[in-house]
DNA sequence: AGCACGATTAACT
DNA sequence: GTTAATCGTGCTC
């Protein structure tokens, strides 16, 4: 049963640390014109609350922070560089302004549709970056704020790999990315966590 | 109104 | 390793 097997509210309810090191392995779905595209979350990382430096909530409540204060269980998405998306969900009650950025993925449905947007970029490599995945899964502006936990959402997360069959042995945690001007000690918190699988260079299933 | 810079990427030396 | 691309956001004047 797919829907017993989609991530509820609770899920994103709760620190928002806890919650990025368990998104590992979870499979993201994007739902276009009735495709599935979907990937293993890969790599995650935890942007906590107006005292976290490296957090865009560090500037308190505007237009586009405003999601993160809201429920939990949904898209922060916003525009960077003057031309990358990047796909983040919002944790932690109402109010707490939190998410978790994903910052990597492995695709496992709609492959041909992915690589075609990834022209000239080998497997596994196509969804490997922030913008990467969103430009693999067409992930822009308009679905900010879409619920990840209604009913015919365009996204969604699903169970994917069983959190026990995750060693921690397989999971490396760091500093995150990106962050130059941030100081201490929020520049070297280690929030950033990377899922080790072991992958073929083909894709599976073709 | 103007400014500096950004939770990045691809292409280059 | 270095750099251009490119524009929304938040801060200062």
Same mark, same amino acid.
């Given at each position: 049963?797919? +829907?017993?097997?989609?991530? @509820? ?14 998104? /590992?392995? $979870?499979? /993201? ?7 599935? &595209? ?9 942007y906590r609350g107006e005292e976290d430096l490296g957090c865009h909530a560090r500037a308190g409540l505007t237009?586009?922070t405003?999601?993160m ?28 302004p939190?998410?978790? /950025?994903?910052?990597?993925? &492995?695709?496992?449905? *709609?492959? +041909? ?23 693999? &899964? ?8 879409? +619920? ?6 365009? &996204?969604?997360?699903?169970?994917? /790999?069983?959190? +026990? ?6 999971? $490396?945690? @760091?500093?995150?990315? *990106?962050l130059?001007?941030v100081p201490?000690?929020w ?17 599976? *299933?073709?």
């Amino acid at each position: 049963m797919a +829907d017993m097997d989609r991530l @509820s509210r609770d899920f994103f309810d709760r620190n928002t640390v806890i919650v990025a090191k368990e998104l /590992l392995g $979870k499979r /993201l779905v994007r739902v276009e014109d009735g495709n599935r &595209l979907a990937g293993y979350i890969v790599e995650t990382e935890a942007y906590r609350g107006e005292e976290d430096l490296g957090c865009h909530a560090r500037a308190g409540l505007t237009q586009r922070t405003s999601i993160m204060y809201g429920s939990p269980g949904h898209a922060y998405v916003y525009f960077t560089y003057g031309m990358h998306w990047m796909l983040n969900f919002v944790t932690e009650p109402k109010g707490f302004p939190a998410a978790v /950025l994903i910052r990597g993925i &492995l695709p496992c449905e *709609g492959m +041909d549709i992915i690589s075609n947007r990834r022209k000239g970029q080998p497997f596994p490599r196509w969804a490997d970056g922030p913008a990467k995945l969103c430009q693999a &899964l067409n992930i822009t502006g308009s679905l900010n704020g879409t +619920d990840l936990c209604a009913p015919n959402s365009a &996204l969604f997360i699903e169970n994917g /790999l069983p959190q +026990d069959k995750i060693s921690n042995n397989h999971v $490396k945690v @760091s500093s995150r990315i *990106g962050l130059f001007s941030v100081p201490e000690p929020w520049k070297s918190i280690p929030w950033r966590f990377v899922l080790q699988m072991e992958v073929n260079n083909e894709p599976a *299933g073709r």
